[in-house]
């Protein structure tokens, strides 16, 4: 599921990045776009490791992904062509997910990245904290731009099931080529651990989802997971030359910062 989604970031967040550079320029409010601007940063790095990681999926195992690349191209220029108002409702309905999926992440980190390869399931959860870091922007974005009318809230709404749906759909076709390839997609007992964790993926993404359909939402009524608040304070008091690197055989997965307030250690000097 994760490498699924992987496949994605490339495709979806410089997308993400092309639609806030062209709203900035009507961003009034000094704050607001300059949030834009560092949350374009952000996105940026995420794309750009999640673009080398899976080119070494598709060199050392699965070349069959480039064709759900070839079609991520062909519906994201397809989405370009949409109004602003949709690609922003189309971001700002994204990044709602995301919140849902952090949480998810974080508190299932023992169940999903236990014993994993710790580069993995730090290169991972670090791109979720860094969603959760900026999770108000591009909602404050689209608020800037177009207001909370009627007609403003109808595109939000609509934009949290297009962003996520479409996101969803092409991340199961990535792990569904996956499975497929490791003669798993049609084994009895690796769908139905496949049925598991997709049932708790939903039970904890669909109530942000919903919340972020209502009008009147802000991101900032959803709380941080304190695991991810710890990752923040740990990062900022942590010397810029030290890679995060989880212990994924620790039972609790604790933050991998030194000076987080949860935390034993491991890392590594870059
Ligand atoms: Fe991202
Ligand atoms: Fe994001």
């Not at 922007?137 to 689209?142: L, W």
């Not at 009318?149 to 109808?154: E, I, V």
């Not at 939000?156 to 497929?180: E, F, N, P, T």
């Not at 997609?185 to 993926?201: D, N, Q």
Request: proline share 6%; hydrophobic share 40%; glycine share 6%.
């Amino acid at each position: 599921m994760v490498n699924g989604a992987s496949l994605v970031m490339p495709y979806l967040e410089p997308f993400l990045i092309r639609t806030m550079r062209e709203a900035l320029p009507q961003v009034s409010d000094a704050a607001v776009a300059e949030s834009g601007r560092a949350f374009n940063t952000q996105e940026q790095h995420h794309y750009q490791a999640h673009r080398r990681y899976n080119e070494l999926l598709k060199r050392s195992r699965y070349p069959e992904l480039a064709n759900i690349e070839a079609d991520m191209t062909a519906s994201y220029a397809r989405l370009a062509k949409r109004s602003l108002r949709t690609r922003m409702a189309y971001t700002a309905g994204f990044e709602a997910m995301t919140l849902g999926v952090t949480r998810w992440l974080v508190d299932y980190r023992q169940t999903l990245f236990g014993g994993a390869d710790s580069r993995v399931a730090s290169f991972i959860l670090w791109h979720f904290v860094e969603e959760a870091e900026h999770k108000c922007v591009a909602h404050d974005v689209y608020h800037a731009l177009y207001g909370g009318g009627p007609a403003s809230y109808l595109a939000r709404m609509v934009g949290v099931l297009h962003g996520s749906l479409d996101v969803m759909w092409y991340s199961m076709r990535g792990y569904r080529a996956i499975l497929k390839h490791e003669g798993l997609w049609f084994r009895l007992s690796s769908r139905l651990r496949l049925a598991r964790r997709l049932g708790s993926f939903v039970r904890h993404v669909s109530p942000y989802l919903l919340r972020a359909m209502l009008p009147g939402h802000d991101p900032r009524q959803e709380p941080n997971p304190q695991w991810v608040d710890d990752w923040l304070a740990g990062h900022a008091a942590a010397p810029d030359a030290e890679v995060p690197l989880l212990d994924t055989r620790h039972p609790d997965l604790p933050v991998p910062f030194a000076h987080a307030p949860s935390g034993p250690v491991t890392r590594i000097a870059a």
